[in-house]
């Protein structure tokens, strides 16, 4: 009975990211469509405009009535003739620079470009002025045309209000009917959840509970009977001696390792209580937790930009064959994804990397980039495997900034390896210190820091002096 | 509103705005292909080498599907010989039984190709690199066995002939080039989306790509599916145009020149894939078994590809397709460079 009530409740968790994730497409892709069509339109009355003046200059001229638009492109047709004869007198002067000619040709040369120029400009005025002066009749043509523009704007502009109300109606009434089905699934989620055993084994306050979690790799146990708990919205570091464990509990939160004894729970977007030992590695990031590695693991065959959008893979709500067909609905997806991935660079000051390929760029740089990777995903729980590691002193003043900021404006909680102590000390709110997988202490930096055995652990006890 | 924009687009910019379109090359490809059989009925080039074009054409629609189970996804295969060769008997032999139509007779490749696919792609879940290439060809040489000992379907070491069948030579160049278009635009878009960032990614990473969502499981079948279901069509287009299918072609020496094929163009843009095929395949049908020397001796064409593979391992490790775009980008700056001196030269500088 209760595993059908779990599977029941995996079932509903994932239709509700399904859900959530086309809620998030239907809102964000709203503007960006907007502002493509609005644009595409300016553009397309912009070239009705040009066509419009280019045929009509000469009854512009004509009429008297140079001004605006017109004016400009009369103005940049004489421009292009001075320029081009400019350049003529220039190769001229290089040419005497360079004494290829005797000084009385050169004289002889520049009256003759200035007769040409001349010449020039006095054909353009009169192609307007040549044909018979007519002034009422290019007024009336010009008249005309202006009409017929205008009326073409207008239906243009009018096409685009229905367009945009069409896409406003369409976008509301799905953004309504999948609002009503978020609420109905959460509702029978929030049903389940009064019968689910596994709600009281997290307090209200915590997001993440371990509970005697063990890890054996053959005689050695790298993660000995380990509970704690980490607070919701708090930064949470780990500290320990090299061969502590710490990377092997942070694969067994992630489900790289499955933990040999202990149960992990974690409490989700949808505030569910799960037991993550029955999640596969790939589901971890559907339920809200992100994770970075000790060693820089990015897709160098990918530009930033783009190792951004692996890390919102599991938004797109697309499926392979829409893939194969290259859908609009994936192009839109894509749109909006690449959105989100710009806000988050310029968020984290990485826009002027954005184009280049990670091989190569400084290692704090890539550090930054992983971190970026993992706000793509609307992470609820950040696992961070030594940020600093690598760094230099002034990146790591950076790097608290930038934690601390993720932490208030993304609303996530945030769990960290550290081996520098001052990172440690200076920005989490809890700290934990393991030694050879057993816990030394639990509390805050402060109490750490006073702590015997964690001194013990790092500098040798009394007896090894 | 900006004059100088709309002023310098002119029609033929406008043109060559519309050639940047990603699509515009592959339809290029495939038409520049379609007129080599255009000029072979008009007598302007050989028969051979049109062939040679058709084959070509379809073994490259293998080197696509090979290029994403390689490039993108990193997993070694070779099997894709036994994989051609399927697709050829399961034409030949419907076909010439049950008189299908080709439409037909792909849907069922297809489907064939998808099993045969996942089957490989749960064996490659357990086992990773030289180990899965050899898998793979272990699994090549029992197909092949198969076609050499199954006679009543196979027709056994003879070959299989369907001449008369199906439909005429000029129609089936025809279809593999329309296919051959469909197909570099399919495997331009996977490549290009979240499935071709993903499978990279599994590439590059198993543990990040993990992390980051991605199922192993289900891209590794997916790539060994794609694979499978190319390789498939392709051997159904080369029945339908050649009539004839032999045990001997589908052994390892055509997995590993599919193999040299993509490694030599470059596995990343379908750019490169052509390149590749057409240099390998086409080199060795079009030009050097025009030869007598090389037509009796067909082992030698095979130096040829060697010497290849080496030189643009050693100098080149992206594939042709690579050497291509820095070719181009260092004489575009060069022409930049050389263009601007002239300028300063002419006119004095600013």
Redesign the interface.
């Known amino acids: 009975m209760e595993k059908i009530d779990q599977i029941k409740r995996q079932q509903l968790i994932k239709q509700l990211d399904q859900i959530k994730g086309n809620l998030e497409f239907y809102q964000m892709n709203l503007p960006i469509q907007k502002a493509y069509l609005t644009s595409k339109k300016d553009q397309k009355i912009e070239r009705l405009t040009f066509k419009k003046d280019q045929k009509l200059l000469k009854h512009y001229i004509r009429s008297g009535k140079l001004e605006g638009y017109p004016a400009t492109l009369y103005q940049s047709k004489i421009d292009k003739i001075n320029q081009s004869y400019d350049l003529k007198i220039r190769a001229l002067k290089q040419r005497l620079k360079r004494k290829e000619k005797p000084l009385a040709d050169a004289y002889q040369d520049l009256e003759s470009i200035e007769l040409k120029r001349k010449h020039a400009l006095k054909k353009l005025a009169e192609v307007f002025e040549k044909t018979s002066p007519d002034r009422k009749s290019s007024l009336n043509i010009i008249e005309k045309a202006e009409e017929k523009l205008h009326s073409k704007v207008e239906k243009i502009e009018k096409s685009l209000l229905i367009r945009i109300e069409k896409l406003d109606k369409n976008t509301q009434d799905k953004i309504a009917s999948l609002e009503a089905s978020y609420q109905t699934h959460h509702n029978t989620l929030n049903t389940l959840k009064e019968t689910d055993a596994l709600e009281n084994a997290l307090n209200k306050t915590s997001i993440l509970r371990l509970e005697h979690v063990s890890m054996q790799f053959g005689g050695l146990k790298a993660v000995n009977d380990l509970s704690f708990d980490v607070k919701e919205g708090e930064i949470f570091g780990l500290i320990g001696p090299n061969g502590a464990g710490k990377t092997t509990l942070f694969n067994c939160i992630t489900r790289f390792y499955r933990a040999t004894e202990g149960n992990i729970y974690y409490r989700n977007h949808y505030d569910q209580v799960i037991s993550l030992n029955d999640y596969q590695v790939h589901r971890i990031i559907h339920e809200g937790i992100v994770r970075t590695f000790q060693n820089v693991e990015l897709i160098f065959e990918l530009s930033v930009l783009d190792n951004l959008l692996v890390g919102a893979h599991k938004n797109y709500q697309t499926g392979f064959f829409s893939h194969m067909a290259n859908t609009k609905r994936l192009r839109a997806e894509e749109k909006v994804q690449k959105q989100k991935a710009l806000d988050i660079l310029s968020f984290l000051e990485l826009t002027p990397y954005m184009h280049m390929y990670p091989l190569g760029l400084p290692y704090g740089i890539l550090k930054k980039v992983e971190l970026a990777r993992t706000l793509m995903s609307h992470p609820k729980l950040i696992i961070l495997d030594e940020p600093a590691a690598g760094l230099n002193d002034h990146e790591t003043e950076q790097l608290k900034e930038t934690i601390k900021k993720i932490r208030d404006t993304y609303q996530t909680t945030i769990f960290l390896v550290e081996h520098d102590m001052g990172l440690v000390m200076d920005i989490c709110d809890t700290v934990c210190a393991i030694s050879f997988g057993k816990m030394l202490a639990i509390g805050t930096p402060q109490e750490i820091q006073q702590n015997k055995l964690v001194r013990e652990a790092y500098l040798g006890g009394e007896a090894d002096v | 509103?900006?004059?100088?924009k709309?002023?310098e687009l002119t029609p033929i910019k406008r043109f060559l705005g519309l050639t940047k379109h990603p699509y515009f090359g592959f339809v290029v490809i495939g038409l520049f292909l379609a007129l080599g059989q255009v000029l072979g009925q008009f007598g302007v080039i050989g028969t051979s080498l049109v062939r040679s074009f058709g084959y070509t054409s379809i073994y490259m629609i293998v080197g696509l599907g090979f290029a994403l189970l390689l490039g993108y996804a990193g997993l070694a295969s070779l099997g894709t010989a036994g994989f051609v060769g399927l697709g050829t008997y399961i034409m030949g032999y419907l076909a010439k039984t049950h008189d299908l139509p080709l439409i037909l007779v792909m849907m069922v490749g297809i489907i064939i190709a998808i099993l045969v696919g996942l089957i490989v792609g749960f064996i490659s879940l357990r086992i990773e690199g030289m180990y899965l290439a050899i898998v793979t060809l272990g699994l090549s040489e029992i197909f092949n066995e198969v076609f050499k000992n199954a006679y009543s379907i196979t027709n056994g070491t003879n070959g299989l002939s369907i001449f008369g069948v199906g439909a005429s030579r000029e129609i089936a160049y025809y279809t593999a080039i329309g296919l051959l278009i469909l197909m570099m635009i399919?495997t331009f878009?996977?490549m290009?989306?979240?499935?071709?960032?993903?499978m990279?990614?599994m590439?590059?990473?198993d543990?990040?790509?993990?992390?980051?969502?991605?199922?192993?499981l289900k891209y590794r079948l997916?790539a060994f599916i794609f694979a499978t279901v190319y390789a498939v069509i392709a051997g159904v287009l080369y029945i339908n145009y050649a009539k004839f299918t032999i045990p001997t072609t589908w052994s390892l020496a055509y997995s590993l020149n599919i193999l040299a094929a993509v490694i030599v163009g470059g596995s990343?843009t379908i750019f490169g894939i052509f390149l590749g095929t057409f240099l390998i395949f086409g080199l060795n049908l079009g030009i050097l078994q025009q030869f007598e020397f090389f037509a009796t001796n067909g082992a030698y064409s095979v130096i040829f590809n060697g010497a290849l593979i080496i030189i643009v391992i050693m100098f080149y490790p992206g594939g042709l397709s690579k050497l291509v775009l820095t070719l181009s980008h260092k004489i575009k700056k060069a022409f930049k460079k050389y263009k601007e001196k002239w300028l300063a030269?002419?006119?004095?500088e600013d």
Do not use: F
């Open positions: 509103m900006d004059y100088q709309h002023m399919v878009n996977v290009k989306s979240p499935t071709g960032r993903a990279l990614a590439k590059n990473s543990s990040a790509a993990q992390a980051m969502g991605v199922s192993i997916l990343s030269y002419k006119y004095g």
